[in-house]
């Protein structure tokens, strides 16, 4: 619900057309899939005894367990409050996800001792270059924002100039150029700073278009009215345009942090030992690298999460106004 | 207001000029030599060549011959580990003075680097799934291979490899693919090639040692036929250094003749492969 009110509604999941139709569905599908020859072929062996054998039935059999299951489950979660459903769920597909990496039989020791050093130098370098890039590509977005809406021509054509090649070219290459090309420039600049550089100038460039749609959304009343009592630019700027163009800024910019943290891992090709280069090179020599792979799969999500969190605390705070 | 406008290029252009200064006679010798430092491009994913060992620092065969010639030179090696891609795109601008990672001589890398000392040679070979019917090089007419992109292995299946060093035994192409498939490392290709026969590869050409390390690993694979070629594998420096490439060769001729380098290959491959057998 966007807004919540006191319309009363059938909850859908318990209209009989529904639950049948979800009930056909699913059962159709996972009829289709030959099951008994999974890994829940095995689980299902006191019913339909050997699974490589028992043909048709077996698949009816095991279709019709799950599909009991599943439309059970989503029956029974219909019945509580909101909040319950959301843990409820969360906790499902993580279980039904931990199950899938279980399946890999992975080397956990392994990853325990690899664990400290991806964290110690993977995940600071990683956060390192997206914390610097951020910085700075917010600043670009700024300067960027101001120089589009200007009406100074001069600025505005550096600015649209900007957006247009750096959101126009795949960050990789400008990885590439930017590694490969300033030495031709004479400047030799290390991996770090030339990964930082691209970061700041992709994400420089869609941030400024973020910051300019919000600033635009606005409507243009509260600019003139602001003007018309006397404000200055940077006064109406200030106190009356950006604040109300903050709340409709922040969700996407929320985004763009995130696309940063995982889009740092692009530097791994110029040789930068974070948490995508290390993920890619620990298991290398003994061939374990399914193990390393999700370890760095599993830091970068808890990482992203951490900034979700972060984003819905900035968000409530300015939907204040919002809240009944 | 034309001629002003001149005047700026010129002055632009001579700014620049002077920024990039390509490498003079013993200016990278000069460079390390002050800096007491040699900085060394290889690869972090080339067991067992050069890879992160349980300590999470640099090891390998590749690892410990810069190391060698860093001593004889009188200089501490830094490693630096940039794709492969970098590397051989040439134009290293002094990030790094010498690369040491199983670099073969061809003719195309030859009018970039020059190669100042060969340490070893590696067969290469052709690599199938334990499953495959194919039993010589010749059942595998028309199928899918895979190799490590701009590698010697892809132009040997491409035959496209002219291998351009003294002393490198004459190959001749046995291998007729019907596609071929390129990856950024070897293990990625041995990762397509362990899900089945022909699922998504129906052979892998690359070095013997890394299909000896995979199957040690248990991956479902064999070897099948004689090594296709033997390569060489050199340093590589840029092109320019005459008195930097002289010191290499010095070093590494040296470590041929006292055991040095056959001693390292027993310890890393078992066998000595610094000459061709």
């Known amino acids: 619900m966007l807004y919540a009110d006191t319309v009363e509604a059938n909850v859908l999941v318990h209209k009989p057309w529904f639950v049948a139709a979800m009930f056909a569905a699913v059962f159709a599908i996972f009829f289709a899939i030959n099951l008994p020859e999974t890994a829940f072929g095995e689980l299902m062996r006191p019913v339909i005894g050997e699974p490589a054998e028992s043909g048709v039935y077996g698949r009816f059999a095991s279709a019709l367990v799950i599909a009991i299951i599943l439309t059970l489950n989503i029956v029974m979660i219909g019945f509580v409050p909101i909040h319950v459903q959301i843990g409820v769920v969360w906790i499902e597909l993580l279980v039904l996800f931990l199950a899938f990496f279980y399946t890999f039989q992975l080397d956990f020791p392994f990853i325990l001792q690899k664990l400290p050093f991806m964290i110690t130098q993977g995940v600071l370098t990683t956060l390192y270059v997206s914390a610097v890039s951020i910085v700075i590509a917010s600043v670009l977005a700024i300067l960027g924002a101001i120089a589009k809406l200007s009406s100074n021509g001069f600025a505005y054509a550096i600015a649209s100039f900007y957006t247009s090649f750096f959101r126009g070219l795949p960050l990789l290459m400008q990885v590439y150029l930017i590694y490969l090309g300033l030495p031709q420039l004479g400047f030799v600049v290390g991996a770090v700073p030339a990964g930082v550089l691209a970061l700041s100038l992709c994400y420089g460039a869609y941030m400024t278009e973020i910051f300019r749609a919000g600033i635009q959304s606005i409507d243009r009343g509260q600019w003139e009215a602001s003007r018309s009592i006397g404000f200055s630019f940077s006064l109406t700027m200030r106190k009356i345009i950006l604040p109300q163009a903050l709340p409709v800024i922040i969700p996407p910019t929320g985004n763009q942090f995130i696309a940063m943290l995982k889009d740092s891992s692009l530097v791994s090709v110029i040789g930068v030992w974070e948490l995508m280069f290390l993920a890619r090179t620990l298991g290398q020599k003994t061939f374990q690298h399914m193990e390393m792979l999700i370890s760095a799969a599993m830091i970068y999500w808890i990482l992203s999460i951490c900034l979700e969190l972060i984003q819905s605390r900035i968000e409530r705070h300015y939907g204040r106004s919002k809240v009944r | ?277």
């Open chain 2, 1 to 277: 207001m034309k001629n002003s406008i001149r005047l700026i290029a010129l002055a632009t252009s001579l700014a620049l000029s002077s920024f990039a200064s390509p490498a003079n006679a013993g200016a990278v010798l000069d460079r390390v030599m002050e800096a007491k430092t040699l900085k060394v491009a290889t690869d972090a994913n080339w067991a067992p060549q050069s890879f992160l060992n349980e300590k999470n620092e640099l090891d390998g065969f590749d690892v410990d011959v810069a190391k060698e010639i860093g001593k004889r030179l009188g200089a501490e090696v830094e490693f630096i580990t940039p794709a492969w891609d970098i590397i051989t795109a040439g134009n290293w601008s002094g990030r790094w003075d010498m690369h040491v990672g199983s670099m073969t001589p061809t003719k195309a890398r030859a009018e970039m680097f020059s190669f100042p000392g060969i340490y070893y040679y590696t067969p290469a070979a052709v690599g199938v799934h334990k499953d495959s019917k194919a039993a010589t090089l010749a059942d595998l007419e028309g199928k899918v291979f895979g190799a490590t992109t701009s590698s010697t292995y892809e132009a040997y299946i491409k035959k496209d490899l002219t291998i351009d060093a003294e002393g490198a035994p004459p190959f001749e192409y046995q291998l007729n693919p019907g596609e071929i498939r390129s990856y950024e490392t070897s293990n990625t290709a041995l990762d397509d090639l362990r899900l089945g026969d022909g699922v998504r590869l129906d052979a892998v050409v690359s070095s013997l040692l890394s299909f000896n390390e995979a199957e040690k690993a248990g991956y479902p694979i064999k070897v099948i036929g004689d090594p296709v070629f033997y390569e060489p594998l050199s340093v590589a420096i840029e092109r320019g250094d005459d008195e930097f490439a002289a010191k290499i060769a010095e070093a590494v001729k040296a470590m041929h003749a006292d055991g040095t380098l056959s001693k390292l290959s027993q310890k890393w491959y078992s066998v000595d492969r610094t000459t061709v057998n």
